[in-house]
Structure formats: structure tokens, C-alpha cells
């Protein structure tokens, strides 16, 4: 009967997502930065044993928000060393439509020898500002090789440009290449909350829901997802769930890897012949 229960139950989903949210915003603060340094290692020790990133030719990832979240330099650092194509997170064109885009990290040469050089580098309480880009331009790549030489610590933080919760995001002056579904082979997902059925609470403006949907787009089957964070992300209830939410694959933690059977799901995964 009740025609209302589909709007009740997603009043109350977003009244709980909120409450959790509140909760786990809490517990990280609290973290040290030693605690989030250690923790961080471990989880990215974990991610490098998959099979499904050791095989991955293409890696979406993040960069970290300055406080509270787990330290992705270790696996964009590794990333870069293995000769993967990294895709990172630019938000903000479609504020509003809480769009993002991930683009193809591209480190010219000019910029690699610049920081091998040293050269003084703006404070890092005054960070650019980003600059508007010109839209809908699809550069090629040119001279676009990742080596061992430029760290990540130098690339990200000290010359990206930061959004307004100040996460480096790509300088306009890098060529844009978006990533479209069959791009990434396995995706990197950041989030508030984890649960033990693969289900994950974000920061709350569905970025990672829609974006996550697109690559799934035409008969693709979308990245394999791997999520994670820091221990005090993971609760033992469930995390409530909307139908937009996506069910990961993986959720890597420090203490504990959660591998997701997907039952509901006709694809087989990790059994290889
Ligand atoms: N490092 C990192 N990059 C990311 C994400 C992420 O979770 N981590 N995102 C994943 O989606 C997107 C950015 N989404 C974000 C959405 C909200 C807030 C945030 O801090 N919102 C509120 C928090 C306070 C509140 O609502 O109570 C704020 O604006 O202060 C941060 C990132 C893309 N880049
Ligand atoms: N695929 C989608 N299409 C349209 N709207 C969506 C989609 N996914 C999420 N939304 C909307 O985005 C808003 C935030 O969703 P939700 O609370 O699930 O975000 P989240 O998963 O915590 O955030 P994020 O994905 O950025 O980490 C909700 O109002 C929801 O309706």
C-alpha cells in the first residue's frame, strides 16, 4: 500500500547519511597526523598486492583534502613510478549540478626539470588561485611521459592550484583529457564511511555517485572500485543506501581488506582463466 514510502525512506536515508556524516567528520578530526601517515601506508600496501591494480593500465585517484583524510601522495607517488595513467578529480564548472570531471594527470618537460632544480616556491599558506580554463578544448597530449624524477609532493601540492576545501586540482594550463567510460580501469574512491557490505558514505554531494554512473555509461561495466580510508571509517552498522549509491568492489582499510561478492551481479569477477 503506502504510495508514500519510497520519499519517507529517502527523507530518512538522508536524515541518517547526515547523522553518520556528523559523526565520522568527529572521530577524524581527532586524528593525529602520524596516525592518518601510518594508517595511510597500510592501506596503500594493500591496494599495490591487487592483482587488479598491478594490472591496471589506468588508475583514477584523488588528492587529499588538507585535514581528515586519508594521505593519497604514497599511491600517487607509486602510481607514477609504475608508469600508470592517472586520472584525478577537477569539481567545481558545475558547482551547482555537483559535476566532476576526472582529467589525465600530464607533466610536461619544462615542469619536471623545474622541480628538480629547486626553485623557490610560493608559501604554502598562499596557494594559487585557480584560474578560469577555456572549456570544451581538447588538446593531444604532447610531450606527456610521468618519470621517477617529479615527486608528488612537488607536483600536487606545490603547484596545483586549490579549490575551495582546498584540494590541489589541475592547473589550467594542463591539457585537458577527461576521462570517458572505459578509461579507467580501476577507480580509487574517497568517502566518509564505510560498510561491511561495500556500501559508502560520501561527502555528501553525490560527486562520486554520478560520476561513477557515467563511466558505466554505453555497455561498459565501469571501473573496478576500490574505496579507502582510515580505520575509523568503517562502521559495523549499515550505511544507509539510495538507489543511486554504487556498492564497491573493495574497501581497503589499515587493519582489514572487504572483499565484496557480487551475487546480485551476472558478471564474474576475479576468477581468471
Ligand atoms: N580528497 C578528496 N577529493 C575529492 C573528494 C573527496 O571526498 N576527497 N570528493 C568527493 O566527493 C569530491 C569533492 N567533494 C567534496 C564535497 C564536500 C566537501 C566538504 O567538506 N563539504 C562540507 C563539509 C561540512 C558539512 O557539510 O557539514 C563543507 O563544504 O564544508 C569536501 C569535498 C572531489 N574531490
Ligand atoms: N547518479 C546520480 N544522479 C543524480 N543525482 C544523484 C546521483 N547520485 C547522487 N545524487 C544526488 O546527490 C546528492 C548527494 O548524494 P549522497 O548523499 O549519496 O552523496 P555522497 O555519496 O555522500 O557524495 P559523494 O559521491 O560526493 O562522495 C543527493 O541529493 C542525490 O540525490
Not at 67 to 87: C, F, Q, R, S, V
Not at 185 to 191: A, I, K, R, T
Request: glycine residues 6%; hydrophobic residues 30%.
Amino acid at each position: 500500500m503506502g504510495d508514500n514510502n519510497d520519499s519517507n525512506n529517502n527523507d530518512s536515508i538522508v536524515q541518517q547519511k547526515k547523522v553518520l556524516r556528523k559523526q565520522v567528520r568527529s572521530k577524524l578530526k581527532a586524528l593525529t597526523k602520524e596516525t592518518i601517515q601510518e594508517q595511510s601506508i597500510k592501506v596503500w600496501d594493500r591496494l599495490f598486492q591487487l592483482p587488479q591494480y598491478q594490472t591496471a593500465k589506468s588508475v583514477g585517484l584523488f588528492l587529499s583534502m588538507p585535514k581528515g583524510e586519508i594521505d593519497t601522495d604514497p599511491a600517487l607517488k607509486h602510481a607514477m613510478e609504475h608508469n600508470k595513467t592517472i586520472y584525478v578529480p577537477e569539481v567545481g564548472k558545475n558547482f551547482e549540478l555537483a559535476d566532476m570531471e576526472l582529467l589525465q594527470v600530464i607533466v610536461n618537460k619544462e615542469e619536471k626539470e623545474k622541480d628538480k632544480e629547486g626553485e623557490p616556491k610560493e608559501s604554502k599558506e598562499e596557494p594559487p588561485v585557480k584560474k578560469p580554463r577555456l572549456d570544451e578544448e581538447e588538446k593531444e597530449p604532447s610531450t606527456t611521459t610521468t618519470t621517477t624524477t617529479t615527486t608528488s609532493q612537488d607536483l600536487f601540492h606545490k603547484n596545483w592550484p586549490r579549490n575551495k576545501w582546498g584540494i590541489p586540482e589541475p592547473p589550467a594550463d594542463m591539457p585537458i583529457v577527461t576521462a570517458k567510460p572505459g578509461d579507467i580501469d580501476l577507480l580509487v574512491v574517497p568517502g566518509l564511511a564505510f560498510d561491511r557490505n561495500g556500501d559508502r558514505l560520501g561527502q555528501g554531494k553525490g560527486y562520486y555517485d554520478r560520476f561513477i554512473e557515467r563511466m558505466c555509461q554505453g555497455d561498459q561495466k565501469g571501473p573496478y572500485l576500490v574505496a579507502v580510508g582510515l580505520q575509523a571509517q568503517v562502521v559495523d552498522e549499515s550505511i544507509p543506501v539510495a538507489q543511486y549509491d554504487r556498492r564497491m568492489d573493495m574497501v581497503l582499510l589499515p587493519d582489514e581488506s572487504i572483499v565484496v561478492s557480487k551475487e546480485k551481479d551476472t558478471t564474474t569477477d576475479n576468477k581468471e582463466t
